[in-house]
């Protein structure tokens, strides 16, 4: 009878972890339609979909890599990279350019995962390495310069600029991502053995698991993810360029952990990153939206995100906070 | 344990007498950065013999300033464990204020050295923040430093509005142009900084608890060390190497500007790790990285001696990272690598 009380209240407390980002997602759309009022209007929040897409993907990608317990910081790389190869291609292969640029991200995510597990360099070392070699590589195509899409190429990328009966197209494809990635972790053996790897290596050995092969099917998706973001990106900027996600690393991994996902990796997951993704821009967006000096938007986005991390932070999981 | 763990390492060396297994062996433990900065050296060296001349040492010096300032507050944080994203934020700030408060074209402040107190003072400030921020808020060094860095990367933003101010402070200035026994004045005060972090790492208190925390937090503890002093004292201490970096930065570019960090975080972590410090914290230390941040930099000099597109060199510094970690790292004591 204690037992089953004891396990209930358990329950309950993780229930409430849970519950708080979205209620401080909650939270903040309320103080900016206050203190802007009209924030909340369907237009705006078409708009703010649209600007969330590719950061919620990349964001999604790096997720499977969090919840092992690894980080990716190759991600941003291999965004340009695919842009790049987007922005080339298209005029010459059309439409057959992108998944010639996802591969890319497949190809490089795996050399990511390859590295950590083959040859046991720590995530953190192996892709700042290989994001560095993938960001070589980008200059190194584009000549060190941004790439326009033109008319011609153009056309095929019109399609994800596009809405659907209103809807953004790229809130559309990120929201076929979030679902795929949330099924894929529930429902899938990759995805309980991610989540076994994360909570304790050792027991997932123990048990059987095929951490290698866990580890680097992780770091694929992070990379297929990211290169999809890279797509989008370009195609919304109509130019492919080596560092064009350059300043969505930190945002990326920052939705990952606001979200409520643990950065030591085993708890949290997809749904959980959407919610962290679209704090991170109604931040970004609320400030221009009450008006806020651009100068100064860096040090509130700065203090909102720790006290972000402070409020939705499980703690309850993490021995050790380092 | 210890004699577990050699006999261990024996038997797994004996196993794989392949060529990557010898040089394994060669390079395991704590003499392969060293090793691998030699090589590098020699290697360069042979492709083109001007790199052996002094200028080209001064050079390589000269460069290496800022980044082993830096590299030795960071190493702190890395010791402990934790990760400290701030550099580039706590570097712009103090750039941002010796620039404000000595002679510059942006206003008419002249206070001269007492400017390089202050941004000093300021950018420790920023890490005694990000500390307490990390311990008293209880949220990890990777998203406590994250803020920190927005924080600081803005403020300095806004209060350079957005320009570039120049510094016309002569006597900071010299720090970049006036010599002292051939070498700039900003590489003795890196040298100096290198000895204040050695004497800090190996004959204070401060400096075993930092690397009894990052070896085993809860016997750190238990062991009666108060964890939470140590941490917010480790990262004021890296707050006060990056302070006297960005100092430096300044006077070396004669401006400040918004993008006078950009890169030097990633310059940085890099530098410490291929120096041998271990991201899990409790290996390594201010020696290793000294090396870490001349292998950085005599390869990226090495790369401009011998005429590598300037595009390829991230890609080779890239391999470069992959194998010196992959060949230095001593895998009896990772038996989970994260």
Redesign the interface.
Known sequence: MNSTSNIRSLLTAGWLQGAIPPILLVALILIIELAAPGFLSGETLMLLLANTAVLFILAAGVTFVILI??IDLSIQAVASLASVILAQLLPGIGMAAFPVAILGGLLFGILSGY???R????????T??????????A??LA??RAITIEEAGRENTAWINGTVAGVPAVALIAAVIGLVAFFALRYTPFGRHSLAVGAG??AALAAGINVPRTKIIAFAVSGTLAAIAGTILAARLSSGSPNLANQLL?PA??AV?VGGTA???GLGGVARTAVGALIISIVRIGMTFIGI?I?????????V??TA??IT?D?SK????? | MTADIDNLKSVRGAARPSLIGAARRLTSGRAAPLLVLIALCVLITIANPSFIEPRNLIRIANSSAVPLTLAMGLTFIILLGSIDLSVEGSLSIAAMVVVLLATNDANSNHFGWFAVVAAIAASTAMGFASGLVQTMLRIPSFMATLGVWFIGLGISVYMLGGSAVRLMDPSIRDLALARFLGLPLGVWVALGAFGLACTIQYYTRLGRHIVAVGGAEDLAELSGVNVRRVRILAFGLAGFFFGIAGVLAAAQLGRSDAVIADGRLFAAVTAVVVGGTALTGGEGGVINTLIGVLIVTVLGNGMILLGVSPYVQQTVQGLMIIAAVALSLDRQRLQIVK
């Open positions: 317990g690894g590295v950590h597990v040859l046991k360099v720590p995530s953190f070392v192996a700042l390495a290989t994001g560095g070699v993938v960001a070589g590589i200059l190194w000549d060190g290596e050792p930190l991994i920052a952990i950065i030591t990796g000096n100068f100064a938007e860096n040090v509130v986005f700065g203090a995100l720790i991390v402070a932070i703690r993490i021995a050790i906070i380092k």
